[in-house]
């Protein structure tokens, strides 16, 4: 079923003490566009200015990518992000952030993508997501993504989103800082009191553990990864198998949650495999689902 | 199985963010031993002082625990610990360590103890685990705990105790600083080369993962807990649960060794909620299995 998401198109230098990638392509929409496709068909919103080198076009050449909703606008320059990860890359560090074109005014939503049943709203200001969101008819399932600024700066208006949507993921941290919480179940408990009726947290090589108002939960670890050349993009990749399938089989009950959720999980260990987005690029659909099932044997008891 | 644990017996003083626990009972072998006692009868080899007022036949009274290889030493004092917890529990502080008769000549194994088939040894200098160990006929499944001042300061000895143990169950830090290696797949493997067939290293809040030498691994999360008032105990009730479900079902293939790491988790998410031993002497058989069945709920998809 459609699946639609908005979030950024990016010009990553990303150094990891595997190497440096400069100017690479990244960004939420891609990273979840990428790793979606191998799911369902996925109608990308976004914009980038005149000065992108990349041709998505060219980039989702082969998948069911609709880039109805690409903007290419002149005279606007494309976000760029340029961040270092530490040696054991546990943390990140930003140095330099260019917003260029995402300060400024959002992408409008195409008649086209107005029917989406399946949204996945990246991380952006949540006035912006609402404002997006408010766009789409009412569909099935809407997820987002937030960050801790938002938390700090915007959290009248993340209060707002909350109400909209079907399920936050959220970054282990995020979910303690939104939740005035640190015992992850409490802080889960107390998202879930304020709209969303899944929240998903991500722990990083941790794995994630999901929450919903049914009171049902579920953990799973990440996949272990012998190499980790870049995370850039594994909280995107994420999301985007996760919502991916749920889109493919039209359900989102909790056994199909699950499912989801591993779906996810294997993507985002393609992901920071490798720099940029050839960790998902070099892949096919026969690799998810062997992994997929390894990760079952990994987990099961 | 017969199954023999050796470590501390200690009179603990607890601080946590909910209170603080004087003078009360802990030490590995206490905590390892009241776990594993749900599962098989356990022999337990430790020393005490004349003013231990604990009395060790009473706290195991109903549970088939041997106390043949306790020793009471007259004239000595009993090792005592006292130690604070963070206020998010994640790190904790010793105030005070007296070693006491932990400081002495260890206990002798009793001659019933002998022919034990399944042996835990809790982390102590790893001259005195090998010297244990040695005074045992070669059994089944020999496991030992060990820590970071081991590492840094009596390598070789710990290379000697890796050599003739089964079964290495380990901290992630430790685990790192052990294989001089950040990524834990392969600092598994580095262990592994050494001499354990398998290798589990605990996360704390995220699990453990484990890894054979047959290439096999397992990755487990903690049981997801709404209250830790004290994790004192904690690994010892993990490794007791553990080590008490293998000496049960006397098998050590890695299906029955997933199965028993998932005791272990519940064993240890039992402690953890409450001071002392008051969360395994509050619960019956009943209760680790109704959570044992939880815990596959919450990790199988």
């Known amino acids: 079923m459609s ?25 939420s ?25 990349f041709d998505l076009a060219k980039v989702f050449a082969g998948r069911d990518v609709d880039l109805t909703g ?21 943390d990140r560090r930003t140095d330099c952030l260019e917003l260029n074109v995402l300060a400024e005014a959002p992408p409008r939503v195409p008649d086209e993508y ?16 609402l404002q997006l969101l408010e766009q789409i008819e009412k569909g099935v399932f809407a997820a987002a993504d937030t960050m801790n600024c938002w938390i700090e700066n915007e959290l009248d208006d ?21 939740a005035d919480e640190h015992n992850l179940i409490k802080a889960a408990q107390k998202i879930l009191d304020t ?28 996949f272990p990864a012998a190499e980790v050349k870049d995370p850039t993009g594994a909280g995107d990749s994420f999301a985007g198998g996760l919502m991916g399938y749920l889109a493919q089989v039209c359900k989102t009950d909790s056994e199909s949650l699950k499912t989801a959720i591993a779906y996810g999980t294997v993507a985002a260990s393609f992901t920071i495999a490798d720099f940029s987005l050839q960790g998902l690029t070099s892949i096919d659909k026969t690799d998810i689902d062997g992994r997929f099932e390894t990760l079952r044997k990994l987990t099961h008891f």
Chains 1, 2 share one sequence.
């Not at 929409?29 to 080198?53: E, K, Q």
């Not at 606008?73 to 054991?88: A, C, I, L, Q, V």
């Not at 929450?211 to 670890?221: Q, W």
């Open 3 to 27: 699946l639609l998401v908005t979030g950024s198109i990016a010009i990553d230098t990303v150094s990891t003490p595997y190497g440096v990638s400069e100017d690479c392509l990244g960004g």
């Open 29 to 53: 929409s891609v990273y979840f566009s990428m790793a979606a496709s191998f799911f369902t068909p996925v109608r990308l919103l976004g914009v980038i200015g005149s000065d992108c080198p």
């Open 70 to 90: 690409l903007e290419v606008r002149e005279n606007s320059k494309t976000f760029r992000w340029k961040g270092t990860y530490s040696d054991n890359m546990d």
């Open 114 to 129: 107005k029917d989406s049943k399946y949204v996945f709203l990246a991380n952006t200001a949540p006035a912006l997501q």
């Open 158 to 178: 993340l209060k707002q989103l909350l109400k909209k949507i079907d399920c936050l993921i959220i970054n282990e941290d995020e979910a303690r800082m939104l």
């Open 195 to 222: 709209g969303p009726s899944v929240v998903i947290i991500k722990k990083g090589e941790s794995g994630s553990i999901t929450y919903n108002s049914d009171g049902e939960s579920f953990i799973l670890p990440a």
